[in-house]
């Protein structure tokens, strides 16, 4: 089983990789918003994840939406 990672941990790691910030994605565009229920505990899952990867919720949402493409037969189409 995989050791839990603290929040004060998993923000020192953040803070040793990002030399960086990443840049938003472009507002607009040809994107639109969806907006999707969830617990407030799957909310606090998702951000820690994305702070202990280096990563945003949204990069964390289109990897699960194109592994479940994926997973149906589809192409990958989420960035």
Known sequence: MAKKSTLSAALHSYNEKSAKPKAAPEAGGDRRQLSV???????????LLALQEGTTLQGLVCEGLNSVFQARGEAPLAK
Not at 37 to 47: A, N, S, W, Y
């Open 37 to 47: 229920r969830l617990e407030p505990e799957v909310i606090h899952q998702l951000k």
